[in-house]
């Protein structure tokens, strides 16, 4: 279980007030409109709590972003399992970036990898949150995938 922040002012108008209207955004959001059957969203002022079985650890950190990501929300408290074991690596896989004004996908590339032109791996990260690379507002959280070796 985990308690993750976001930025309240920041973010996305994705559903009214209902929570299954909101575990219907949050799984389509995320990549996967199948979930919205398999998530359990809760929304308790500006706390999201979401919980649930969950393909894939990507998937998982997707479902916690379109939930933060939404404007009014500060916090997302997820109790989400993975209903395929990944092993243990030992090694983070990924990282979160909360964007500042200013920034652009190739700026957090250079900072992330030394290098712009990978801003095309975040922005992959992130589909289909991400519809457009040049689409990014102040305040989201992004993930950042670890560097390939």
Sequence with gaps: MGLFDFVKE???????????????????????????????????????????????????????????????????????????????????????HTVAKGDTLWAIAKKSYGDGSKFKTIFEANRPMLSDPDEIYPGQKLRIPAKAA
């Design 10 to 96: 920041a973010g996305k108008q994705l559903w009214g007030t209902g929570d299954a209207e909101a575990a219907e955004a949050i799984a389509t959001e995320a990549g996967d409109p199948g979930l919205k059957d398999k998530l359990d969203v809760e929304i308790d002022g500006d706390t999201v709590k979401v919980s649930g079985e969950v393909p894939s650890q990507d998937i998982k950190e997707k479902v916690i972003l379109a939930a933060g990501n939404v404007k009014g929300v500060s916090k997302v408290e997820e109790n989400l399992t993975l209903t395929h074991k990944q092993p243990e690596t030992g090694v983070n896989t990924v990282d979160f």
